[in-house]
Nanobody
Framework: VQLVESGGDSVQPGGSLRLSCSVS????????IGWFRQAPGKQREVVSC????????YYPDSVQGRFTISRDNAKNTADLQMDSLNPQDTAVYYC?????????????????WGQGTQVTVSS
C-alpha cells in the first residue's frame, strides 16, 4: 500500500496550488481519502475528506470555499485544489486512506498515510 503526495510548493498569499495523491497497492474505490495538514508546533488537522464514490465531501470552516477535493478511482488519484491561500495554510500536507467508506475526520481512523508535501505561503 502506498500513497504519494505531490504538488507542494512555495506561493504568495492569494495564490493557488493543486496537490495530488497517487495511490497504489489497494482498490481505491473501497476507501475514503482524507487530506490532513500539520504546521510546526501545531496539531494535525483535517482539511478535507471524500467518500469512496465522491457522494460525500467534508471541509472544515477554515478551508470551506477555498479548497476543493476530488478523486478519480480509475486513475488512482485524489486531488486537493487550494485557492486563495494565506500564510495560515502553511504546513505539511498528507493524504491518507480509511476503510470508512463515508468520510471521517478522525486521524486514527486512517491506516495508511503518505509522506507529506510541503506547502509554504509567504510574501
Amino acid at each position: 500500500v502506498q500513497l504519494v503526495e505531490s504538488g507542494g510548493d512555495s506561493v504568495q498569499p492569494g495564490g493557488s496550488l493543486r496537490l495530488s495523491c497517487s495511490v497504489s497497492g489497494f482498490e481505491m474505490d473501497q476507501y475514503a481519502i482524507g487530506w490532513f495538514r500539520q504546521a510546526p508546533g501545531k496539531q494535525r488537522e483535517v482539511v478535507s475528506c471524500i467518500s469512496t464514490d465522491s457522494s460525500f465531501i467534508y471541509y472544515p470552516d477554515s478551508v470551506q470555499g477555498r479548497f476543493t477535493i476530488s478523486r478519480d478511482n480509475a486513475k488512482n488519484t485524489a486531488d486537493l485544489q487550494m485557492d486563495s491561500l494565506n500564510p495560515q495554510d502553511t504546513a505539511v500536507y498528507y493524504c491518507a486512506r480509511t476503510a470508512f467508506q463515508g468520510c471521517t475526520t478522525r486521524g486514527y481512523d486512517y491506516d495508511y498515510w503518505g509522506q507529506g508535501t510541503q506547502v509554504t505561503v509567504s510574501s
